[in-house]
């Protein structure tokens, strides 16, 4: 089992510019949330997909867009880079859940560097 | 709304030591939460979760956590420290609502080993 797999590892653009990152959910699992991690802080929640459609959502401007595929597997989008936009994107799997149980933890992959400069 | 508070930033232990990394928590229900570990370069391990029962919890790597409602914390102890366990350390609490489940992160404590 490969587990979370993100890509890619790094990137680097400008303001501006537009970037898709990608992510890969552990075998089984069908439920993929997006994580935004700035340098020095916790990661802070950008939205969730399930079953093809955004879940729910953090507070983050419409800029931030997401897509999920048939196989499970998730696009990130973000439009009009800023510099405010540099960290690390983490990705994170489960399973779907009306709640909290031992059968959705959510596993991180190890994430994408962003830098917008 | 759900917050979590992480008062160190940073923390300095030699190696054998003790540990103790604290963990405070806003949340109106009953919380479930979560100590992760970040390693440079890597993403998110979970070393210990708390949903219910038992107020001290093990996890992996010889951490445990113990739950006070009455203080609304949640700190992660370790007896003796090892020079592979500096890394950063992230509380989280979950919010679950509807069919949704997300988590809450506080702003991280970095624990550095000393020899």
């Known amino acids: 089992d490969a587990g979370v797999t993100q890509s890619p590892t790094h990137l680097i653009k400008t303001r501006g510019q537009q970037v898709t990152l990608r992510c890969s959910p552990k075998?089984?699992?069908?439920?993929v949330s997006w994580y935004q991690q700035a340098l020095g802080q916790g990661p802070q929640f950008i939205f969730q997909?399930?079953?093809?459609?955004?879940?729910q959502r953090g507070n983050f401007p419409d800029r931030f867009s997401g897509h999920q595929f048939p196989n499970y597997s998730s696009e990130l989008n973000v439009n009009a880079l800023l510099l405010g936009d540099s960290a690390l994107y983490l990705c994170?799997?489960?399973?779907?859940?009306?709640?909290?149980?031992?059968?959705?933890?959510?596993?991180f992959g190890p994430g994408t560097r962003l830098t917008v400069l | 709304a759900q917050s979590v508070t992480q008062p160190d930033i940073h923390i300095t232990v030699s190696e054998g030591a003790s540990l103790e990394l604290r963990c405070n928590y806003s949340?109106?229900?009953?919380?479930?939460l979560f100590w992760y570990v970040q390693s440079p370069g890597q993403g998110l391990q979970l070393l210990l979760k708390?949903?219910?029962?038992?107020?001290l919890v093990q996890g992996i790597k010889g951490f445990e956590a113990e739950f006070k409602r009455s203080q609304s914390s949640f700190n992660l102890r370790k007896p003796s420290v090892h020079w592979s366990d500096a890394a950063e350390y992230f509380c989280?609490?979950?919010?679950?609502?509807?069919?949704?489940?997300?988590?809450?992160f506080g702003t991280g404590t970095l624990l550095a080993v000393q020899p």
């Open positions: 989280a609490v979950g919010q679950y609502g509807g069919a949704t489940n997300k988590l809450i």
């Open positions: 997909y399930y079953e093809e459609e955004e879940r």
């Open positions: 075998s089984g699992h069908d439920t």
């Open positions: 708390y949903f219910s029962g038992d107020t």
């Open positions: 994170a799997s489960s399973l779907a859940g009306s709640g909290p149980s031992l059968y959705n933890e959510q596993f």
């Open positions: 949340y109106g229900a009953t919380p479930y």
